[in-house]
């Protein structure tokens, strides 16, 4: 069996030792506690039918057409008052999770003298599609994790830009292995 | 009372809701089946009230499955209308992250970021 | 108290604004203060032969409609508005002497936390003293009263910030 097999089998493999589905992690819940203001968005499949159904406008035609696909939108977003009101263990648990070789960080940031960080990971299906997006948004006063759960083309990214300011996003093609490309 | 509680004042005066809400609340009520007319008291057992109760109770059968038709259409509009709200501000946050991640990429300029990283 | 369509109606009409305006200021949108406002006209109904009096009916909606907005919030599990300019008005009734600026001040009572929201909107709406609030939403009156002052405090702050400029 070639590397690129072995690899396939081993993320065959692997994915199976991996939960499916993202956890948010129960520590986070202690952090609406502390926060002044908290976002705490959970949307299953079922929601989501049910709110795509109700988008009939004009303005919705694109949000609707992305949402229809997705088993899932979940948003954490925690505002403090004071700086140091929570730490890298409470995000642990999520980045524990996204080291599995379902996901991939695209994008790391770190601004040491801010003390903010950005990191985007998108986890890719088995024909290398995107099917998954995380983003952890961790300022000194606000922490935000959001998990896009299902299909996503970048070009359903671009299309919201108008609406919800989402950026152009090039997300690097990943090397295909070369006996899938033979017909 | 000083300038901020004037302006909370005015700012939070009661309103009317929409044009027609207690009408409304009347026709629901007589969906739902709840009984309007007024209560005049009569011995519990005697034989009209029987044969009254048993009318009403045909009638509340029949009226029920519609209201809870009705019923459900309307709570699965309000449960769908606070997911699309929902659907919206969550994708309307998840723009605002990307755009500062992209700004942090462009601001930082590949400093201490991961390979491949692009936005 | 006599219940008949009428009568009721009568009653209806005379605390329908209170009821849709504690629900509304509270959550900031007018649908889901109406549907929550009809469902507490429809518990009123069944409640009304255990209610004494008319001011014992005002105290008993006010409590209900507050409590029912708060849980609301909860099960949506929506705690904060991102942009508040996204937030959308109602359609109104009021002709406003500066519609621009109280939509703001609308705004900004609507990002304070849920307690303090509710707190704030039965002061300024109803005009409820901190121990009468305090019985509605289950406080104690010191409670009350330093989530008032704070609330207030902060609310001055994003005000100025907004106006760009002092409000005493």
New interface residues.
């Given amino acids: 069996m070639n590397r690129i097999g072995v690899s396939l089998a081993l993320l065959i493999l692997t994915a199976g030792a991996w939960p499916q589905q993202l956890k948010m992690p129960v520590n986070l819940d202690r952090l609406a506690a502390k926060a002044?203001?908290?976002?705490?968005?959970?949307?299953n499949g079922r929601?989501?039918q049910?709110?795509a159904?109700?988008?009939n406008d004009q303005d919705?035609a694109e949000?609707r057409s992305?949402?229809k696909k997705l088993r899932g939108?979940y948003?954490r977003?925690f505002?403090f008052e004071d700086e140091g009101e929570y730490s890298d263990s409470d995000i642990e648990s999520v980045r524990s999770q996204l080291r599995s070789p379902l996901w991939e960080?695209?994008?790391?940031?770190?601004?040491k003298r801010e003390g903010?960080n950005?990191e985007?990971y998108f986890k890719g299906d088995a024909s290398n599609q995107i099917d998954g997006?995380v983003?952890i948004?961790a300022d000194p006063k606000e922490l935000?994790i959001?998990h896009?759960d299902g299909p996503l083309d970048p070009s359903d990214?671009e299309k919201?830009?108008g609406?919800?300011?989402?950026?152009r996003?090039?997300i690097?093609a990943k090397p295909k292995p070369a006996k899938a490309d033979a017909p | 009372m000083n300038q901020m509680d004037e302006k909370l004042k005015r700012a939070l005066r009661r309103r009317n809701p929409s044009t027609g809400f207690a009408d409304r609340l009347l026709a629901r009520m007589a969906v739902d089946g709840i009984d309007m007319t007024p209560r005049i008291e009569r011995p519990k057992w005697s034989w009209p009230t029987l044969r009254w109760a048993a009318i009403v109770t045909v009638i509340a059968i029949t009226v029920t499955g519609i209201s809870y038709r009705v019923h459900v259409h309307r709570s699965?509009?309000a449960?769908?209308?606070i997911?699309?709200q929902?659907?919206?501000?969550?994708?309307?946050?998840?723009?605002?992250?990307?755009?500062?991640?992209?700004d942090?990429?462009k601001?930082?300029g590949g400093e201490?970021?991961?390979p491949?990283?692009?936005? | 108290m006599t219940q008949n369509a009428g009568r009721f109606a009568e009653l209806v009409r005379e605390h329908q604004a209170m009821v849709f305006s504690i629900a509304f200021h509270f959550l900031h949108d007018s649908a889901v203060a109406e549907e929550l406002s009809q469902d507490v006209f429809l518990s009123l109904y069944r409640e009304l032969p255990r209610l004494e009096s008319p001011s014992h009916v005002k105290f008993w909606l006010r409590k209900v409609i507050s409590h029912r907005a708060m849980d609301y919030m909860r099960t949506i599990?929506?705690?904060?508005e991102?942009a508040l300019e996204q937030i959308p008005e109602p359609i109104g009734d009021a002709k406003l002497a500066d519609p621009l600026l109280e939509a703001s001040v609308r705004k900004l009572v609507a990002?304070l936390?849920h307690q303090a929201r509710m707190i704030v909107v039965l002061r300024y709406q109803e005009d409820m003293e901190p121990h009468e609030i305090g019985k509605v939403v289950g406080l104690p009156t010191a409670t009350v009263k330093s989530r008032l002052h704070r609330s207030l405090a902060v609310l001055r702050g994003k005000a100025e910030r907004l106006m760009g400029g002092p409000i005493r």
């Fill in positions: 002044s203001e908290t976002t705490d968005i959970t949307l929601m989501l049910l709110a159904k109700f988008m919705d949000a992305l949402v939108i948003v977003s505002q960080k695209i994008v790391g940031v770190r601004s903010e950005a985007i997006l983003i948004a935000t959001i896009i990214l919201l830009g609406d919800f300011g989402v950026p996003v090039h690097p | 699965q509009e449960e769908a209308r997911a699309k929902q659907v919206m501000l969550a994708l309307r946050i998840t723009g605002a992250k990307l755009r500062i991640a992209r942090k990429v601001a930082v201490q970021t991961t491949g990283d692009t936005l | 599990r929506r705690r904060r991102l990002s936390p």
